[in-house]
Each structure stands twice: as structure tokens, then as C-alpha cells.
């Protein structure tokens, strides 16, 4: 028989795109084991390790036997303590039966999306967008609507293009704030304005993806479902991984009506089942740690921040907005294209952040990937002497270009 025919993977993969962040983590990682010396600014990871007292909360959960399965949406004094801190930090009132703990916040979306989303079903997708929004989309056979948004209104959609983009197939709006990529945060207002708007759909269903919440230099963070009108419309997306510092830890979870918080129980049943039992013993302590304890992190990102647009600022050609939160700049970069060092010719971010790996030697992920061709993202992700060697090499590079 055939090879090809014996190894042809299903249509169902085929429609999927290769995370781009991850692709160029993988391309960073097989040149370092080359000896080159390259530092990689594409990752949306955390360069700080989880503070002691989460470690020791998973040590205890070790020393106390917790090896068993639970239930399939998370331990139940889990799901109390992240009820805590909804109504905590966010004035939210979900209740244990509607939070759903997950193996990290990917998989609390994607829950959320397999569980709703039918073939043909539209999803309105704000861009610049994270890169796994619209193959979870694609993977539920449901189709992308993209809302585009520039840098002059700092990658914010309108409440008018929101309701441009909504027809009888509308049934769900994914979006983030802080946002990765562009680090853009919805004021109070911002939100209550497109919430004006939802909820005059009562069957479009919005996830809120909030995962930087704590990653937000503007002040107090905004949850889409505080506004009544759309609570009940509306999945509150978290976890753990960019405020602690526990990417590895794979937990995330949502905060959803009860009959959706049931679905994604439903399928995650059969799929995974419950997240790391250790991991929820440790996210205990997290989520239930006062806030303040995440502010020497945000510091840190915010004055590196600060270096990054001071150093971007002085390349001419490259545009850059002040991202709010999370922890990257997504500047524009379309003046560079069309132009050549003399060995290669720039036409598109993806050549331009290949362009600058090659060399170089430093590490991006093009806007393409994130539905804004004009972009690039940079993680500020890494120490201030690596950032500093960074920037400069990406200016001698850019400066190259003629």
C-alpha cells in the first residue's frame, strides 16, 4: 500500500497551523545546541521562578498523599479559593460548581470553544490576537471573523466594529486583556461600551481571557463579566502561569455560567480528566495569596518596558504604541519592507524576524502569526543585560536595511 496513504494524518490536522511562538523557541533552542549564541525574546514565559511559598504548598501536598484522582473539574477547596479570589479581585460571584480547573488556560479555552462552537458557527476574533485563538477555532470547524486593529488606537477594537462583525452565525468573541500580543488593557469604560453591545446578542458567548491580569501597569484590572448585562454571556479565563511565574505547573481555569461550566466538564472528562493534583495543591496557595506579592514581578517587567520602547524609539522606521500590560511590545515595523542588506530582501515581517535570527542571532515571532502582518512581537521576558545586547544587535540589524 501506499506510505502515503498509510500515514495520512486526519483533515482535522491538516487545517491546523504550528504555533509560531513555539516554532521559533524550537529554532532558537537548535541553534544555541550549536554553540551560537542567540537570545530569544519569543516566548511569552515568565523569567522568574515560583515564589517558595507555592513550592512548599506542593511539597505538603506531596508529604500529605495527594496522588489519587479528583474530580474531573478540580479539587473542591481549589475551586473555593479561586471563588475567593474572583469576588476578591474581580467583584465576581462564581460559585464553586461554575469554575472548571484546567491543564493550563489553553486547555480552559479550548474547552470552552469545543464545547459551543458547531461547524460554520462564526467566533469574532479581535487582532492582533494570540496565535491559538483561531486554531481552536479551526479545530471546532467554526469560522474566524477577524476585527483588525491598529496601532493608533493602541489595537483596541471599537464597539462599532464589534457590531459591524456580528451576523445571525455570530456565537462566540474570544479575546485578552492585558493582551498577548500587544499588551493593550480595556479600560473600565472600553468594556462597559462593548458590553453595551454584547448584550444586545444575547447568544454570542465571549471568552475573556485574562491570564496577565496581574501583568497590568495602569492600575485596577477590568473583568468583562463584572458588567451584569453580560454576565451571563460572558467565561472568565485565568490560571496561574504568568503571574507566579508557573507556566510548567499546567493549571488554568475558568469562571463560566453553570451550564457551560458543566459542558467543559463533560468534555474534559474525556479527554484529561483533572489538572496535576500537586499543581492544584500548589495553585491554592497562589490564588490565595494577596495580590501585592505579584507586584516586585510586574515591577520588574514594567521598568524593562520602559528600556525596550526607550531603545525601539531610537531606530527610525520602527513605530511603537505603550503597551499597559503583559509583558511585550508589538511595534510596527513596515517601514523596513521592500529593502535589502544587499544579500537578503525584506518583504513581510516573517522574512524581517528571520532576517533578524540569521544575523544577528536574536530571537522574535513575526506579527503575521498573531493577524498583524505589519508587527513583530518582543517578549521582555529576560534580564535587562540581555534585552540591552538584544536591542542592539536588532538596531544594528534594522540599521543594515536600505
Given at each position: 500500500m501506499n506510505v502515503d496513504v498509510l500515514n495520512k494524518v486526519s483533515d482535522r490536522l491538516n487545517r491546523l497551523s504550528e504555533s509560531a511562538t513555539i516554532a521559533m523557541a524550537r529554532k532558537s533552542r537548535e541553534l544555541k545546541s550549536q554553540g551560537i549564541d542567540v537570545i530569544s525574546l519569543s516566548l511569552g514565559e515568565p523569567d522568574f521562578y515560583t515564589p517558595d511559598f507555592i513550592k512548599e504548598a506542593a511539597n505538603e501536598g506531596i508529604a500529605q498523599n495527594y496522588s489519587k484522582y479528583m474530580a474531573v473539574n478540580g479539587y473542591e477547596d481549589?475551586?473555593?479559593?479561586?471563588?475567593?479570589k474572583f469576588k476578591r479581585d474581580n467583584n465576581l460571584d462564581y460559585n464553586p460548581s461554575q469554575i472548571v480547573v484546567s491543564t493550563g488556560a489553553k486547555q480552559s479555552i479550548a474547552n470552552v470553544v469545543m464545547s459551543i462552537v458547531n461547524p460554520g458557527d462564526e467566533v469574532i476574533i479581535p487582532a492582533p490576537y494570540w496565535v491559538t485563538y483561531e486554531e481552536i477555532v479551526k479545530m471546532a470547524e467554526g469560522i474566524p471573523v477577524i476585527i483588525e486593529a491598529s496601532i493608533d488606537n493602541d489595537f483596541k477594537i471599537t464597539p462599532s466594529q464589534l457590531e459591524n462583525a456580528i451576523t445571525d452565525k455570530t456565537r462566540m468573541m474570544i479575546y485578552s486583556s492585558p493582551c498577548n500580543p500587544t499588551g493593550s488593557v480595556y479600560s473600565e469604560q472600553e468594556l462597559k461600551e462593548l458590553a453595551a453591545v454584547i448584550a444586545k446578542h444575547p447568544s454570542l458567548i465571549v471568552i475573556s481571557d485574562e491570564i496577565y491580569e496581574h501583568i497590568n501597569f495602569v492600575g485596577h484590572h477590568?473583568?468583562?463579566?463584572?458588567?451584569?448585562?453580560?454576565?451571563?454571556?460572558?467565561?472568565?479565563v485565568n490560571g496561574v502561569s504568568k503571574a507566579f511565574a508557573m507556566t510548567g505547573w499546567r493549571l488554568g481555569y475558568i469562571g463560566a455560567p453553570d451550564w457551560i461550566a458543566s459542558a467543559c466538564t463533560k468534555i474534559q472528562g474525556q479527554?484529561?480528566?483533572?489538572?496535576?493534583?500537586?499543581?492544584?495543591r500548589a495553585a491554592i496557595a497562589a490564588v490565595s495569596a494577596d495580590p501585592s506579592v505579584t507586584f516586585q514581578m510586574r515591577d520588574a517587567f514594567k521598568s524593562r518596558r520602559e528600556l525596550v520602547l526607550a531603545e525601539l524609539n531610537k531606530i527610525p522606521g520602527v513605530k511603537t504604541n505603550i503597551p499597559e500590560g503583559a509583558f511585550y511590545v508589538f511595534p510596527d515595523v513596515s517601514s523596513f519592507f521592500g529593502k535589502s542588506d544587499g544579500h537578503t530582501v525584506v518583504n513581510?515581517?516573517?522574512?524581517?524576524?528571520?532576517?533578524?535570527?540569521?544575523?544577528?542571532n536574536v530571537a522574535l515571532v513575526t506579527g503575521a502569526a498573531f493577524g498583524a502582518p505589519?508587527?513583530?512581537?518582543i517578549s521582555y521576558a529576560a534580564s535587562e543585560d540581555e534585552l540591552k545586547e538584544a536591542l542592539k544587535r536588532i538596531e544594528d540589524a534594522l540599521l543594515a536595511l536600505n
Open positions: 481549589l475551586r473555593q479559593a479561586i471563588s475567593a477590568t473583568s468583562l463579566a463584572q458588567f451584569a448585562n453580560v454576565y451571563d454571556q460572558v467565561v472568565t479527554f484529561t480528566s483533572g489538572a496535576s493534583s500537586i499543581s492544584q513581510n515581517a516573517d522574512d524581517l524576524s528571520m532576517y533578524i535570527l540569521s544575523k544577528v505589519n508587527c513583530i512581537r
